[in-house]
């Protein structure tokens, strides 16, 4: 079964840092563009960044460049999203996604993991 | 960025009533749009890409069309499992965009 679980939300006091991770099993990882999508409580969705299968081509929102990082590692089928300098705007459910090429559309999310900052 | 805006915001209709959900898109896209269905407290799930395919596994009476900057999303008798909020998408070029979702419920 193709799955995307996210991990590491939870209550983040502002001006903090916080990792998410999204592990990814029954599909080739290594294989597809990974993106990480995020909505605030009771409001839309929101598209946060983009990295390619081999991390070549990695691209943001202009809500989070300068404070957010992608990443991944191939070899253990995992996704990250470093967050530095949390504000309370930021509280939101972070979602990882899949998609054949960095502009293509989302054919799998995961479960999302919630990030609340507050002090 | 592109903005895409959708109409209604919100719609109540009947189990078997045909309904249509609209997304514009602020800048030409072509065909690259993606309808989305979120039910409450669960993450999107894919409907429609390409703004006509329909997503292996939904029901045919989910079906999609438009290109440039006029599409549609159209639900040709509303089941009850179809509540929830629809989003569009389009992925023609960064940032990925959204419409701001259009809340469906059953009357």
């Known amino acids: 079964e193709v799955q995307l679980v996210e991990s590491g939300g939870g209550l983040v006091q502002p001006g903090t840092s916080r990792r998410l991770s999204c592990a990814a099993s029954g599909f080739m990882f290594g294989d597809y563009a990974m993106h990480w999508v995020r909505q605030a409580p009771g409001k839309g969705l929101e598209w946060v960044s983009v990295i390619s299968w081999n991390s070549d081509s990695i691209n943001y929102a202009a809500s989070v460049k300068g404070r957010f990082t992608t990443s991944r590692d191939n070899a253990k089928n995992t996704l990250y999203l470093e967050m530095n300098s949390l504000g309370v705007e930021d509280t939101a459910f972070y979602y990882c996604?899949?998609?054949?090429?960095?502009?293509?559309?989302?054919?799998?999310w995961g479960q999302g993991t919630l990030v609340v900052v507050s002090s | 960025a592109i903005q895409l805006t959708q109409s209604p915001s919100s719609l109540s209709a009947s189990v078997g009533d045909r309904v249509t959900i609209t997304c514009r898109a602020s800048q030409v896209i072509g065909s690259s749009l993606a309808w989305f269905q979120q039910k409450p407290g669960k993450a999107p799930k894919l409907l429609i890409y390409d703004a006509s395919t329909l997503e292996s596994g939904v029901p045919s009476r989910f079906s999609g069309s438009g290109s440039g900057t006029d599409f549609t999303l159209t639900i040709s008798s509303l089941q009850p499992e179809d509540l929830g909020t629809y989003y569009c998408q389009q992925f023609t070029r960064y940032p990925h965009t959204f419409g701001q979702g259009t809340r469906l419920d059953i009357k």
């Open positions: 996604a899949k998609s054949d090429q960095p502009l293509q559309y989302f054919d799998i």
